[in-house]
């Protein structure tokens, strides 16, 4: 167990629906950061945020959108779905911005399916 | 270009055997390599995390190893396990601070069979 948990752990919902992933990180780490992995593919960044504010944007879409609380947990909302938008979101937490060496500890990950 | 590329895609072996796993990079300024070990359907788990100055690093059956002239890096599991079924993704991380320095492989999927 990394510490870091993620909710929902599976969504099923529609095409054009808007859904909202949450994500609290290991006590301690001030950086959230988001991924997704398609079915067969890599992991792809999406975003990360440090102590609340948007730290590095990596290939995320328009539609999708993110955020970091004051507590720390932080939320990825994804809008308008696709079919394509199917996959697994990861989140992953590190204890500073991304720095050198800085380890990152995984979620269990939230499985989207859009019909 | 920054890419990751890993050898092979698949590999399956018999339980109890030896394999190695291929990291080719170009990514620069390297700053450190890590290898993740990802269950089907799980967040990845850090196995090791290598820097420039180091060639070879071990986690219980699992050695890394680094070539940091020839920019290749190898996975070696030793005694195979069932348990070793599982992605083994390869990440490079530039000499720049923010997330967006990091770069993913696509990862090596190992079945070990009885």
């Known amino acids: 167990d990394s510490g870091v948990t993620q909710t929902p752990k599976h969504l099923i919902t529609a095409t054009g629906q808007r859904v909202t992933l949450r994500c609290s990180p290991r006590s301690g780490d001030l950086s959230v950061y988001w991924y997704q992995q398609s079915l067969d593919q890599g992991l792809q960044f999406l975003i990360q945020y440090y102590n609340g504010e948007e730290r590095a944007k990596g290939n995320i879409l328009e539609r999708f959108s993110a955020q970091q609380f004051p507590d720390l947990h932080s939320e990825l909302n994804l809008s308008s779905l696709e079919l394509g938008d199917s996959a697994l979101y990861f989140c992953?937490?590190?204890?500073?911005?991304?720095?050198?060496?800085?380890?990152?500890?995984f979620g269990p990950g939230t499985r989207l399916t859009v019909t | 270009k920054n890419q990751v590329e890993q050898s092979p895609q698949s590999l399956i072996i018999l339980e109890g055997k030896n394999c190695t796993l291929q990291?080719?990079?170009?990514?620069?300024?390297?700053?450190?390599l890590r290898w993740y070990k990802q269950d089907t359907g799980r967040g990845p788990v850090s196995l090791t995390i290598m820097t420039f100055s180091e060639n070879t690093k071990s986690n219980g059956r699992y050695t890394a190893t680094l070539d940091a002239d020839t920019k290749q890096s190898s996975l070696h599991i030793t005694a195979s396990q069932l348990s070793d079924s599982a992605s083994y993704i390869c990440?490079?991380?530039?000499?720049?601070?923010?997330?967006?320095?990091?770069?993913f492989g696509t990862g090596t999927r190992l079945t070990v069979i009885p």
């Open positions: 990440v490079v991380s530039a000499s720049k601070t923010g997330a967006n320095n990091l770069f």
């Open positions: 992953a937490s590190s204890i500073y911005g991304g720095a050198l060496g800085d380890e990152q500890y």
């Open positions: 990291c080719n990079y170009t990514v620069s300024p390297f700053s450190n």
